[in-house]
């Protein structure tokens, strides 16, 4: 899969007749989940990585918050029932602009469908696209996508530490705009993982694969402030960048070997980064929660691991720039053996030549006074977490040319 696509337009969300889309050819991923192809023409906006997020339940309303990052026509919604263990029905789906909190500008609220179908049915692990609205939705937007769930159950898909509230209701509510009955708050984001959009020609986008600290954990709640918000602030001011689309692949707790916080990056590669559509580089942040486990991990098998990231990465022709580990000496699990293994990985990072470009977000992060702890202005307050400052300045720290890399 090439990461260069293609249109870009800024505008508002303006829908009208709904267009079919054709069919999906699915494919297996390493994870065992069936991946559709992704749309042809398509950028990914917005996504959320996927894990098992509490206990399904049927007939109910979700009304999901999310910022796009490049705008365009023709948007999509990716729905995922990857962890479920028996059928996901919706009943029906929309997306439009939110207003404030559940509400949604008037005249927004637009149908979404499902190869032509208002209801669509996800067997178990599968994964869907819906078909294309046509009209614009502008880069920096608040969308608001409505899932009415109508039979459900077993383990639920979703995104546990959205830091974004959405809303959820009894009942189908998915076509009202008014906030009245979305009188739940929610701090998940369930079966929605991803948005695309046609963009401009030539426009593409990058995902940033990592851990809590790529999240947002630290940063302030709805706010769109993780580090990757800032990223695409920058690029959508950056009048020569053509990497326009931000996709958020952070999961808390998250490793690069092992399962545990969701599964490893090994394992959701596939899913959560290579499937996405119109991706040219990867950003590739883990790694302190492997070395901080106390499970003995080397730098050389964490390496290993990063190697295979790499690899397949370039095999799906998309860059990969390294971000060394942040230091994180004054959380509870620092040792100097541990210590030790993150100079080492990261030293692998800055030297070894397997990544196509370095963000060097320990250098920017680390206090000049104790290179192992970050600086004070930066620190979330836990030593391992940074702050909106620190979440600022690790986006600022990324060359925006590095991102432009083509491996086709």
Avoid at 60 to 74: A, K
Avoid at 247 to 268: E, F, H, M, P, Y
Wanted: hydrophobic residues 40%.
């Amino acid at each position: 899969m090439s990461g260069a696509v293609r249109r870009r337009l800024v505008g508002v969300l303006a829908l009208c007749s709904l267009l079919l889309a054709p069919a999906h050819v699915p494919s297996a991923t390493a994870a065992g989940v069936a991946v559709p192809a992704p749309p042809a023409k398509s950028v990914v906006t917005w996504a959320a990585s996927a894990d098992r997020t509490g206990e399904a339940a049927g007939d109910r309303s979700y009304r999901l918050i999310v910022r796009t990052s490049v705008g365009g026509t023709g948007l999509r919604v990716r729905v995922s029932n990857a962890f479920g263990d028996r059928p996901l029905v919706i009943g029906s789906a929309y997306a439009g602009l939110r207003e404030s909190g559940a509400r949604l500008r008037p005249g927004t609220n637009r149908r979404l469908g499902f190869d032509g179908s208002a209801s669509v049915t996800l067997a178990p692990g599968e994964i869907r696209y819906s078909d294309p609205l046509p009209g614009r939705v502008a880069a920096m937007s608040d969308l608001a996508v409505s899932l009415y769930v109508r039979e459900a159950g077993g383990p639920a898909t979703g995104h546990g530490m959205a830091l974004q509230t959405s809303y959820a209701t009894g009942g189908n509510h998915a076509a009202r705009e008014r906030d009245g009955a979305y009188t739940e708050r929610l701090g998940s984001w369930f079966y929605l993982d991803a948005v695309t959009v046609e963009a401009e020609r030539g426009a593409g986008a990058v995902v940033t694969l990592g851990d809590s600290i790529t999240d947002g954990w630290q940063s302030g709640a709805d706010r769109n402030l993780r580090w990757p918000d800032f990223l695409a602030r920058r690029l959508h001011g950056a009048a020569g960048s053509t990497v326009k689309g931000v996709a958020n692949a952070g999961i808390s707790g998250n490793q690069v070997l092992a399962d545990g916080a969701a599964q490893s990056a090994l394992k959701r590669l596939d899913r959560d980064v290579l499937s996405l559509p119109g991706v040219r580089t990867v950003v590739l942040f883990e790694g302190v929660n492997d070395i901080k486990s106390h499970t003995g991990v080397t730098a050389a098998a964490l390496t290993a691991g990063y190697r295979e990231i790499i690899d397949r990465s370039h095999a799906a022709g998309l860059c990969v720039i390294g971000a060394t580990v942040l230091p994180f000496k004054g959380w509870s699990e620092w040792d100097p053996q541990e210590e030790a293994v993150r100079a080492e990985v990261n030293e692998w990072i800055r030297t070894s030549g397997a990544v196509d470009a370095v963000a060097d977000f320990d250098k920017v992060l680390r206090s000049p006074y104790d290179a192992e702890r970050m600086l004070p202005t930066f620190d979330g307050g836990d030593h391992l977490h940074p702050n909106d400052k620190g979440m600022q300045a690790m986006a600022d720290s990324v060359a925006l040319k590095s991102l432009e890399c083509a491996r086709d």
